[in-house]
């Protein structure tokens, strides 16, 4: 249902959808091989794949009840086949006639998405995203009082850089050390994490254009892969459950674990209140705050690529 709900909002939550199916035949699979089963990955694809088409038909119900309003009125876009006399495959049939015209409304939408290519102010490239080579701004204004002879307000739709600039280092560490420990967790961000940024470096080769707003599906497992470096620096530790979880199980002396954990501990902690105090610096920028205008200027830390 949450898939479904996803779908509704960016069509892009559909690139979740088989990373999701996957994670749930290899938590399977592992199970079955920790509960001794002879033959994991049968078992667990007859038992799985019913529940997994059943979760199919409900993500396509939740998606298609978001459309209720659509339905259930005559005023939507392509709604009505006799309001578009001049588009082919419309139709006014009880029930089904909808469900056609909801399916040429995608296809229009679509079409119109995959052919955009006119060039925009504001569009970049998805290996500028995560370095936030080019943010989108949505309003500006250079009028009131701010108690200096220039002032500016801008809403940009920037990320908090010292978060953003820390992606790309925390999904590396987070594949080395889920090699490293044979870590599923690390695993299943990594996997998600590409779900939600991988299919637009194919749109790319076709030169579309694209917003850095594209992100924003696969930003809460780019964060998970922060967190998950955070953790490993607090604490030794290895997969859930494995011995290295324990320092003295590990070989390694009880103050020596409390010492890496309390070192850890003030890495991750400076890190996290150095981000939000990132967070409150460009805060103003993030909602329009008034600002002198070399407030302002001194916010855009890469020039003409934020401006």
Known sequence: MLLGCACAVKWS?????????????????????????RHPWRDALLDELPWLLLAGVLMVGTYLATWSGWLLSDDGYYRLAERYPNTPGLSDTPFLGALKNLFE???????????LDDPHKYQSWPWQWLLLGRPVAFYWSGDGSCGAPSCAAEILLLGTPLLWW??????????WLGLARRDWRAGAILLCTAAGLLPWFWFALDG????????APALPFLVLAVVYVLGAIISPAGPPGSA????????????????RRL????IAGAYVMLVALCFAYFYPVFVGRLLPYAEWSARMWLDGRWI
């Not at 820390?166 to 594949?175: E, G, N, Q």
Request: glycine letters at 10%; a negative charge.
């Open 105 to 115: 409304y995608h296809k229009a939408a679509y079409g119109f998405h995959t052919t």
């Open 244 to 259: 290295s979880e324990a320092p003295a199980a590990a070989g390694v002396e009880p103050e020596a674990g409390y010492d």
């Open 208 to 215: 579309r254009t694209m917003f850095s707003f594209y992100t």
């Open 263 to 266: 070192v850890g501990t003030v």
């Open 166 to 175: 820390s992606f790309l280092p925390a999904l590396a560490a987070t594949a």
């Open 13 to 37: 939550g559909l690139y979740f959808v088989p990373a999701f199916a996957l994670l749930v035949i290899f938590w399977e699979v592992g199970v079955r091989r920790s509960a001794g089963v």
